[in-house]
C-alpha cells in the first residue's frame, strides 16, 4: 500500500500548533488554506523538525522567516529583545515545538493512536531543502493578515 497522509491526522496537529501557540505567545494565528507543497525553502528560513514514531511516522515541520523566529523567542523570553537566534534564542524556540507535539501525541493517545515524538531538530538557512517518505502538506498560518509561519504535516499510518 502507498504511504500517504490520512486527512483525518491532520487536526490533531493543527489543533496543537494554534492551542499552544496562542498560549505561550498571546498571539492568534489564523489557518490558510492547506496544500501540497514540496520542502524546500529559498528565503533565509528557519525550521522545526520533529520526527513521529509508532502508529504513525514521519515528521512535522515549523518553517518561518528568520525575523518571524526572532519575534516568537522574543515573547517566549517575556519580551527580551532577540537580535539574533542565538542558542537560547534556539532553545525557546525548540521548546515551543516539543509543547505543541507533544500536545499533538496526547490528542491522538485519546484516539487511540499512540504516537512518539523525537528531539527536535532545527535549522537556519537559504535553499534548505528537507527530505520525506510522502509529501508534504503545508497549512500556512498568519497573523494580522500576513503569512507568520507554516506547519508541514507529513506522516502516515504504519
Known amino acids: 500500500m502507498k504511504k500517504a497522509l490520512d ?5 490533531p496537529f493543527l489543533q496543537s500548533t494554534i492551542s499552544v501557540f496562542e498560549t505561550v505567545t498571546q498571539l492568534k ?10 520542502f524546500s525553502f529559498s528565503k533565509p528560513t528557519y525550521t522545526i523538525t520533529v520526527g513521529v514514531v509508532g502508529q504513525m511516522k514521519g515528521q512535522a515541520v515549523l ?5 518571524c523566529a526572532k519575534d516568537i523567542a522574543s515573547k517566549m523570553m517575556f519580551g527580551m ?3 539574533e537566534l542565538d542558542e537560547m534564542a534556539c532553545s525557546a524556540l525548540n ?14 493517545s485519546t484516539q487511540g493512536k499512540i504516537i512518539d515524538i523525537t528531539p527536535p531538530i532545527s535549522m537556519i538557512g537559504t535553499d534548505l531543502k528537507i527530505q520525506a517518505d510522502i ?3 503545508k497549512v500556512p498560518l ?3 493578515d500576513r503569512e507568520y509561519m ?5 506522516v502516515y499510518e504504519d
Open 135 to 137: 509529501q508534504p502538506l
Open 29 to 38: 494565528l489564523k489557518v490558510g488554506k492547506p496544500s501540497l507543497a514540496d
Open 81 to 83: 529583545p532577540v537580535a
Open 150 to 154: 507554516q506547519l508541514y504535516i507529513c
Open 95 to 108: 521548546e515551543l515545538s516539543n509543547m505543541i507535539m507533544g500536545n499533538t501525541a496526547t490528542v491522538f
Open 142 to 144: 498568519s497573523l494580522d
Open 63 to 67: 518553517a518561518m522567516e528568520v525575523d
Open 7 to 11: 486527512v483525518n491526522n491532520i487536526n
